[in-house]
């Protein structure tokens, strides 16, 4: 157990829909990372938060936005569903703040398997 | 930019040894490897900074070469628990983003 919190653990919903997957990171991380992974594909980079700024964007969607709450909760959103954006969905969170060196091991949670039908 | 790992599969006998590399074009501040097995989430294994050490976990070492923008992953004396993808990130120089290789899936089988 990474102390990472995600839910739903699975979500089943029609193209056209919009949908809210949260992470809840571990005590004490400060960062939430988002990533997408489809079937047997690698980690896709979305979105990172650092005590609730955004930090970096990765490939992420127009139709997809992310925020940082004040007690360090993350929602995805994810509107205008399709198809392809059938995956599963991780949140991973670490202390610092990253970059020049300063990236910290990213704990993951257990992920959201989304399926659009 | 992603990374460039290989070889992409790897089969094993258990107690063989194997070699992951990652390399990337640009300059890196760090690399870090993660293992994830079928159905799980990544797990961390190890960072590799800049002029920094080299770093172990168990019988799993790395290397990273700054001047090629390389590094390496050994598996010695591989484990049936060893099997999984493993994937390298890369951070890189000027950046704020870390970005994960294709990954490497390597079966060990006894």
């Known amino acids: 157990d990474s102390g990472v919190t995600q839910t739903p653990k699975h979500l089943i919903t029609a193209t056209g829909q919009r949908v809210t997957l949260r992470c809840s990171p571990r005590?004490?991380?400060?960062?939430v990372y988002w990533y997408q992974q489809s079937l047997d594909q690698g980690l896709q980079f979305l979105i990172h938060?650092?005590?609730?700024?955004?930090?970096a964007k990765g490939n992420i969607l127009e139709r997809f936005s992310a925020q940082q709450f004040p007690d360090l909760h993350s929602e995805l959103n994810l509107s205008s569903l399709e198809l392809g954006d059938s995956a599963l969905y991780f949140c991973?969170?670490?202390?610092?703040?990253?970059?020049?060196?300063?990236?910290?091991?990213?704990?993951f949670g257990p992920g959201t398997r989304l399926t659009v039908l | 930019q992603q990374p460039v790992q290989s070889p992409q599969a790897v089969i094993l006998r258990e107690g063989e040894d194997a070699v992951i590399n990652c390399s990337s074009s640009?300059?890196?501040?760090?690399v870090h490897w993660y293992r994830q097995k079928h159905g799980e989430a990544p797990v961390f294994l190890m960072i590799?900074?800049?002029?920094?050490e080299q770093k172990g976990h168990d019988k799993i070492s790395a290397s990273f070469n700054e001047k090629k923008q390389q590094s390496s992953l050994y598996l010695t004396a591989s484990q049936l628990s060893y099997s999984g993808t493993y994937f390298c990130?890369?951070?890189?120089?000027?950046?704020?983003?870390?970005?994960f290789g294709a990954g490497t899936r390597l079966f060990v089988k006894a």
């Open positions: 991973a969170s670490s202390v610092g703040a990253g970059g020049r060196g300063s990236y910290n091991e990213q704990f």
């Open positions: 990130v890369t951070e890189r120089a000027g950046g704020f983003k870390t970005i």
């Open positions: 590799l900074l800049k002029g920094g």
């Open positions: 640009k300059a890196l501040y760090s």
């Open positions: 938060y650092y005590n609730g700024e955004e930090r």
């Open positions: 005590s004490g991380d400060l960062s």
